[in-house]
């Protein structure tokens, strides 16, 4: 099934975003546009410790979000992503386990 002239198998993103999802393409290679979603999860990170004001909240969706991105670069081959998505889910494992020894 094509969408705006791309396939699936070929072009894993619809060319109408791929000026968005594209900005990195040049920084980091081949099937890097998707940093471009790091900027979103961030943000909704720093949204949901601002309304919430719990840490483990806001390391728990950092955990959940960076495992499926990495999981999603994996499955369509974008091996330069997945170290950078790996970090985000590692930083949300120090902050909750640091943000639980500050309970004590």
Same mark, same amino acid.
């Given at each position: 099934?094509?969408?705006?002239?791309?396939?699936?198998?070929?072009?894993?993103?619809? $060319?109408?975003?791929?000026?968005? $999802?594209?900005?990195? *393409?040049?920084?980091? *290679?081949?099937?890097? *546009?998707? =940093?471009?979603?790091? &900027?979103?999860?961030?943000?909704? $990170?720093? *949204?949901?410790? =601002?309304?919430? /004001?719990?840490?483990?909240?806001?390391?728990?969706?950092?955990?959940?979000?960076?495992?499926?991105?990495?999981?999603?670069?994996?499955?369509?081959?974008?091996?330069?992503?997945?170290? =950078?998505?790996?970090?985000? $889910?590692?930083?949300? &494992?120090?902050?909750?386990?640091?943000?639980?020894?500050?309970? /004590?």
């Amino acid at each position: 099934m094509a969408v705006n002239g791309s396939d699936w198998f070929n072009n894993p993103w619809n $060319t109408t975003f791929s000026p968005y $999802t594209d900005l990195f *393409g040049n920084v980091f *290679g081949d099937n890097a *546009g998707n =940093v471009f979603f790091l &900027f979103p999860l961030i943000i909704l $990170t720093i *949204g949901i410790y =601002v309304k919430t /004001r719990n840490a483990q909240m806001s390391c728990m969706f950092m955990i959940a979000s960076g495992a499926l991105l990495s999981a999603g670069n994996l499955f369509i081959g974008g091996m330069t992503l997945v170290p =950078v998505f790996v970090i985000f $889910t590692a930083m949300g &494992f120090v902050g909750l386990f640091i943000s639980m020894l500050m309970q /004590r």
